[in-house]
């Protein structure tokens, strides 16, 4: 995996986890969970409840891989899993999707994650003239591509959640232009974008990192075999995949 707890530094690069959802009974809750995560999952039943426990097991495991501790010592801070609580120092990210779960990892900088299945939105060019700058209106609608308008919005809910913000209002803080030229309204120059295709997603990072030259490292990807039936937290299998890159830009400052 990645990282460990005795190498990892403030140039690692950030790290993108992802599993498909288990097939355990989600009746029977792991005994792993914290006070707020069992109160939290005890709302839901049925698959919603799947997908809340093979995402908590999937924090786990990205934070043990990143950090190098056993992923039963490992857990978040209670709330949205922005932050690892043990050990600490480590910016969470979390996205789940049609059954695909994904936690993105950095050590002590903001992240945003999120992931999309391709060809999800056949009616894309409403949400375009509701909620985008008229640029990016006029060049999506000139193009005509769902592929061009997932990547646009997977980067704008990766960049809100990267700074903390929720959609409404702010969607517009970041304008994607033609040629995915990336203005935000944020004053920090090492503001970064990655966008990669997996297993029919689209998987879409924001983060911010020192390293800025040409050079600079992509983030790294590990796709997990999905959680065990009952969710223990051994280690996982690595499955044998790679992402295909579709983007990896600056995010200039407007």
Not at 95 to 101: E, I, K, N, V, W
Not at 145 to 165: I, Y
């Amino acid at each position: 995996m990645p990282g460990s707890s005795s190498d990892y530094s403030p140039d690692q690069s950030p790290a993108i986890w992802l599993c498909h959802e288990g097939e355990g009974d989600p009746s029977r809750s792991p005994g792993w969970l914290t006070s707020y995560e069992r109160n939290t999952s005890e709302k839901f039943s049925g698959p919603r409840k799947r997908e809340y426990l093979s995402s908590r097991w999937l924090i786990r495991q990205a934070i043990a891989g990143a950090s190098g501790h056993k992923a039963s010592s490992c857990r978040p801070i209670n709330g949205r899993p922005v932050q690892s609580q043990t050990p600490a120092g480590w910016s969470l990210s979390l996205s789940h999707s049609h059954g695909l779960s994904a936690c993105a990892t950095s050590w002590g900088q903001p992240i945003g994650l999120d992931i999309e299945p391709c060809h999800r939105h056949p009616q894309w060019q409403k949400v375009a003239r509701r909620w985008f700058t008229p640029q990016e209106q006029e060049w999506l609608l000139r193009e005509d591509s769902s592929d061009t308008f997932l990547r646009v919005w997977t980067l704008k809910e990766a960049w809100l959640k990267a700074t903390g913000r929720g959609i409404a209002g702010n969607l517009q803080t970041l304008e994607v232009r033609p040629g995915f030229e990336l203005f935000g309204d944020q004053p920090e120059p090492d503001w970064q974008a990655y966008c990669c295709y997996v297993r029919g997603f689209l998987v879409t990072l924001v983060y911010r990192h020192s390293v800025q030259g040409p050079d600079r490292p992509m983030p790294e990807l590990t796709l997990l075999a999905a959680p065990p039936g009952d969710l223990a937290l051994s280690c996982p299998s690595i499955l044998a995949d790679s992402e295909t890159p579709v983007l990896h830009r600056f995010i200039h400052t407007q």
